[in-house]
């Protein structure tokens, strides 16, 4: 694992430290809504079995996916907490992806990429060492524009 795993969230080293021990993935619940389960049923049946050429890996806990190299998917996520009117956002496909400034700065670093303006949330991570995340965003379009609702405009 590369240096940068030291600067990601601690969710995303808990998947990424897991993902080697042989047993499922257990994706973290922290953050996630509480109707969850209910409101991502559409978006965990149709993630995809390899996201940027990583086979999907056996997981269990909130909902959403894992995939070998410690890429993960979770649904029904809150808002991030640092989202702010002014935030910059990457549009893919018409799916507006909140990404943190400092994700963007450092180009090494854990990408925790967050739909936004859309009902259920869903929340990409992406290790530094498996960067750009452009492949899962176009790769997950689908997912989210079929089993989610957009709830406000989009990124300006």
Not at 54 to 62: L, T, Y
Not at 93 to 99: E, P
Request: proline share 9%; net charge negative.
């Amino acid at each position: 694992m590369k240096a940068a795993a030291g600067r990601c969230s601690g969710s995303a080293l808990v998947v990424v430290l897991l993902a080697g021990c042989g047993g499922p993935v257990t994706l973290p619940s922290d953050g996630i809504v509480p109707d969850a389960a209910q409101a991502c049923r559409g978006v965990v049946a149709d993630l995809p079995d390899e996201l940027s050429d990583q086979p999907r890996v056996e997981a269990d806990g909130a909902p959403g996916a894992a995939y070998d190299g410690g890429i993960t998917v979770r649904c029904g996520v809150r808002e991030p907490a640092a989202l702010d009117p002014f935030s910059t956002c990457q549009t893919v496909n018409d799916i507006d992806w909140y990404v943190p400034e400092s994700a963007i700065e450092d180009t090494g670093a854990d990408v925790v990429a967050t739909t936004i303006a859309r009902t259920p949330y869903v929340e990409l991570v992406v290790p530094g060492d498996l960067r750009p995340p452009a492949a899962a965003f176009a790769q997950l379009t689908d997912v989210v524009a079929d089993n989610t609702r957009r709830i406000g405009p989009a990124c300006r």
